[in-house]
T-cell receptor
Framework: AAGVIQSPRHLIKEKRETATLKCYPI?????VYWYQQGPGQDPQFLIS???????DKGSIPDRFSAQQFSDYHSELNMSSLELGDSALYFC??????????FGPGTRLTVL | DAKTTQPPSMDCAEGRAANLPCNHS???????VYWYRQIHSQGPQYIIH???NNETNEMASLIITEDRKSSTLILPHATLRDTAVYYC?????????????FGKGITLSVRP
């Protein structure tokens, strides 16, 4: 069965640079969630979209923004990167906010 | 979302059943119990969920007490590949608060 696709899988950036993470949900899924997992931490919810509209917002820094496009894929844009942004970023998708299925994640390293 | 309480760790022998407990004493009537696991920095993997009836799928069984204040995830024949952090999460199924709130989870170690 098709799964959630995230790209890139690994990303290395310098401080103050920008990064864009992409998420391609499971076909026919209309809801996308973003989670951040710092080293040794548990995943923390950032933001979600349902039918291309923001549906919920967690502890997402103002430097981050996200959107869901007409084909339901989503992008997480991160600007003015800080060392503390180094983390795993997971995207999950669901159908009408039902059971969430996670992608493999993007490992972001900020130097 | 209601909070859940899980022991920090447990272990079991390969081939034996692993019973992972979870307390969710403040669960609301419209909240489901979900279980996910995370194997070493991989994306969390959905296992099973339930509202009030016991549930079983190809991966595990979920036993929810009648008062819904606690539940147990059962892996019937644990293998080394089941070593992971298991998260018990309570959430509403749809709507603006349907995000997953991860707690500390329980680290299951399956020994040969």
């Amino acid at each position: 069965a098709a799964g959630v696709i995230q790209s890139p899988r690994h990303l290395i950036k310098e401080k103050r640079e920008t990064a864009t993470l992409k998420c391609y949900p499971i076909p026919r899924h209309d809801t996308v969630y973003w989670y951040q997992q710092g080293p040794g931490q548990d995943p923390q919810f950032l933001i979600s979209f349902y039918e291309k509209m923001q549906s919920d917002k967690g502890s997402i820094p103002d430097r981050f923004s996200a959107q869901q496009f007409s084909d339901y894929h989503s992008e997480l844009n991160m600007s003015s990167l800080e060392l503390g942004d180094s983390a795993l970023y997971f995207c999950a998708s669901s159908s009408r906010e039902d059971t969430q299925y996670f992608g493999p994640g993007t490992r972001l390293t900020v130097l | 979302d209601a909070k859940t309480t899980q022991p920090p760790s447990m272990d079991c022998a390969e081939g034996r059943a692993a019973n992972l407990p979870c307390n969710h004493s403040t669960i609301s009537g419209n909240e489901y119990v979900y279980w996910y696991r995370q194997i070493h920095s991989q994306g969390p993997q959905y296992i099973i969920h339930g509202l009030k009836n016991n549930e079983t799928n190809e991966m595990a069984s979920l036993i929810i007490t009648e008062d819904r204040k606690s539940s147990t995830l059962i892996l019937p024949h644990a293998t080394l590949r089941d070593t992971a952090v298991y998260y018990c999460i309570v959430r509403v199924k749809t709507g603006a608060n349907s995000k997953l709130t991860f707690g500390k989870g329980i680290t299951l170690s399956v020994r040969p």
